[in-house]
C-alpha cells in the first residue's frame, strides 16, 4: 500500500516544504525510509497558536448537539476507513493488522462515547434564599498542546483530540514524528465531519523545540502529554511556570502477582498474550510476574512454552502475532538492558535477541531470577521481555509490586474472593485487573499514580481534565 504525503495540518491548511527541514519516517520492518516529514518553524508554531485562540473562541460557545456531530460523524468516517487507517499505522509503526484495527475501533468508541457525554456536562444550583442565587458552572479551559507518542499512533492522538474537542476546547495536537500519518488520518476524519480547522491542528517538529514554544505561549492553558516519566517531569516544569493545567500518562512497569490459587492457565494464555501486544511497547504492559513460590516453576514453565510459539513476523502478514520493534532505539535499550540483567545473574529462559538483520525484529523473551538491582527491575523495559521471579507469601508479593517509584496497572490472578478486595486495595495502581488483562474502556479513567503521572483520559474524567469549575454567586 503506498504511504501518503506528509504535511502539518495549521490553520485548516496543508503545510509543507517551503525550506522547512524534514525527519525520515522509517518502516520498522524494513528499516527503511518512506516519507519525509516537514518539521515546523517558529512562524509555523506561531500561526498555530494565534488560529488555536480563534478557534477556542469559536469552540466554546458550540452547543452539545455541534460537537456530538462532529465526534459521531468522526467515528463513522473512521469506520468506513478502518482498512486504510490502520495499514497506515502498520507501515510505520510495525504492529499488526489486527491490532492497529483495534487501535481505529477503540477511537470509534471513545468519540461516541464523548458524544453522548457532551449533553451530560452539567453544573449545579445551590440551596439559597429568595432572590439569590449561586451557580457552580464547568467551562473549557481554553487551547490545550497535547503531545503523543508512536506506541499507540491511532489510539494516542484519538484520546488526545477527542477529550479538548468534547469538551469546547481547541488543541494544537504534536503526535510522534515517527507516526505522523497515523495521527493525520484521524485528525482528517474529525475535520471532514465539520470540525473547524482552527479548533484542531498538527504540527510536527524537534520536539523540544515544539513544547518550549507552545508551552511558553500564555494562549495554551493546558498540556496533555503521553511518553516517558523523564521526558514528562521536563514538560510539567515547562507547564509550571504558567500555572498551566496537565494531564500526565507516564511510564509503568507493570506487577502481575499470580496466587497459587490461580487458574493458572487462563493466566498463561491472558498475560502472554497481553505482554507480547505491540511488541510489549505498551505503557499498561505486564512485565514483573511476582509468582507465589508453589507455582513458580509451572507458571514459568507455561509462559515459556507459549512465548516460543508466538510468530513474529511483519504486521501487515496475516502470520505475524509480534511485528517488529517501533524503532531502533528500542532495539538497544532490549540489549542494555537483557546484558545487565544477565550480567547480574539472572537466567535468560528464551529469546533475548534481534532476529535477523533487516527491521527491528526481537524475540518474544522470558528472564527468570533477576536481581532487584538489574536496570530491567526498575527501568520501564518498553519491549517484549517478561520478567518473571519467585515470592514466598500474599504480603511480600504486594510490597513488590509497591516497589518501584510507578502506578499505572497491575495486575492480579487469584480465586480467593477476599484476596481480591485486599490485593486491589493495596497496589498502588491507576488501574487493577483482577483475574483479566482488560482494565480499560472508552467510559472508564485511564490513568497513573506516583510517577506514572495524574489525571485521567477516556471516561467522564477524560472531558472533565479539559474543563474548569467556577463558582457564579448573585445577590
Ligand atoms: P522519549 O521519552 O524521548 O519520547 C517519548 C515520547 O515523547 C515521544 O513521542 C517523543 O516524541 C516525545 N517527546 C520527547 N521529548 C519531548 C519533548 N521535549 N517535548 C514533547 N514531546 C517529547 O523516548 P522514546 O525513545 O520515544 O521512548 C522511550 C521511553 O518512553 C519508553 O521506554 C517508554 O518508557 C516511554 N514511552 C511511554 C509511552 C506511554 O504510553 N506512556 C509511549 C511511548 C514511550
Excluded at 522470558?366 to 520478567?387: W, Y
Aim: glycine share 12%.
Amino acid at each position: 500500500m503506498a504511504y501518503p504525503d506528509l504535511y502539518m495540518m495549521i490553520d485548516g491548511q496543508r503545510l509543507s516544504g517551503g525550506g522547512r527541514r524534514t525527519h525520515k519516517v522509517v518502516n520498522p520492518a524494513t528499516g527503511e525510509a518512506i516519507a519525509e516529514l516537514p518539521l515546523a518553524d517558529a512562524a509555523d508554531l506561531d500561526a498555530a497558536l494565534a488560529a488555536a485562540q480563534r478557534g477556542f473562541h469559536r469552540w466554546r460557545d458550540s452547543t452539545p448537539h455541534e460537537r456530538a456531530a462532529v465526534l459521531q460523524g468522526a467515528a463513522r468516517l473512521m469506520v468506513e476507513r478502518q482498512e486504510a487507517l490502520a495499514r497506515v499505522a502498520t507501515l510505520e509503526q510495525g504492529k499488526t493488522l489486527a491490532e492497529a484495527r483495534i487501535e481505529v475501533m477503540m477511537n470509534v468508541g471513545l468519540l461516541n462515547f464523548y458524544a453522548g457525554e457532551v449533553f451530560r456536562l452539567y453544573g449545579r444550583a445551590l440551596v439559597r434564599p429568595a432572590g439569590q442565587r449561586s451557580t457552580v458552572t464547568k467551562e473549557p479551559v481554553g487551547p490545550v498542546a497535547a503531545f503523543a507518542p508512536w506506541n499507540f499512533p491511532l489510539g494516542n492522538p484519538g484520546r488526545k483530540l477527542g477529550a479538548p474537542i468534547a469538551g469546547g476546547c481547541s488543541v494544537i495536537l504534536k503526535a510522534a514524528e515517527e507516526t505522523p500519518a497515523s495521527a493525520l488520518g484521524v485528525l482528517q476524519c474529525l475535520l471532514d465531519a465539520g470540525l473547524p480547522g482552527d479548533v484542531a491542528q498538527a504540527v510536527f517538529g524537534v520536539p523540544d523545540e515544539v513544547s518550549r514554544h507552545l508551552l511558553g505561549s500564555p494562549i495554551i492553558r493546558k498540556m496533555s502529554f503521553t511518553g516517558s516519566t523523564l521526558v514528562g517531569k521536563h514538560l510539567a516544569k515547562l507547564a509550571a511556570e504558567d500555572c498551566k493545567r496537565t494531564t500526565m500518562e507516564l511510564g509503568g512497569h507493570g506487577p502481575v502477582l499470580v496466587f497459587a490459587d490461580a487458574d493458572i492457565d487462563k493466566a498463561l494464555d491472558t498475560v502472554v498474550a497481553g505482554k507480547y501486544r505491540n511488541a510489549g511497547q505498551v505503557c499498561v504492559s505486564p512485565t514483573r510476574f511476582i509468582v507465589e513460590a508453589g507455582v513458580h516453576d509451572r507458571f514459568l514453565a507455561g509462559f515459556v512454552e507459549r512465548a516460543k510459539k508466538v510468530t513474529v513476523g511483519d504486521g501487515s502478514d496475516p502470520a505475524s502475532v509480534m511485528g517488529p520493534m517501533a524503532n531502533a532505539r528500542r532495539l538497544d535499550a532490549m540489549d542494555r538492558l537483557i546484558g545487565d540483567a544477565v550480567a547480574k545473574g539472572a537466567m535468560l529462559e528464551t529469546g533475548g535477541e534481534r532476529i535477523g538483520n533487516a527491521g527491528y525484529f526481537f524475540a518474544p523473551t522470558v528472564m527468570s531470577g533477576a536481581p532487584l538491582d538489574a536496570a530491567i527491575m526498575n527501568e520501564e523495559p518498553f519491549g517484549p521481555v517478561a520478567l518473571i521471579n519467585s515470592y514466598p507469601h500474599e504480603a511480600a508479593m504486594i510490597a513488590g509490586a509497591n516497589r518501584l517509584p510507578y502506578g499505572l496497572a497491575a495486575y492480579a490472578w487469584t480465586s480467593d474472593a477476599a484476596r481480591q478486595r485486599r490485593v486491589a486495595r493495596s497496589v498502588e495502581a491507576g488501574m487493577v485487573g483482577i483475574n483479566t488483562a482488560m482494565i480499560g474502556g472508552s467510559d472508564s479513567p485511564f490513568g497513573g499514580v506516583k510517577w506514572s503521572g495524574h489525571g485521567a483520559e477516556d471516561g467522564p474524567e477524560g472531558i472533565d481534565a479539559c474543563l474548569v469549575t467556577k463558582a457564579i454567586h448573585e445577590g
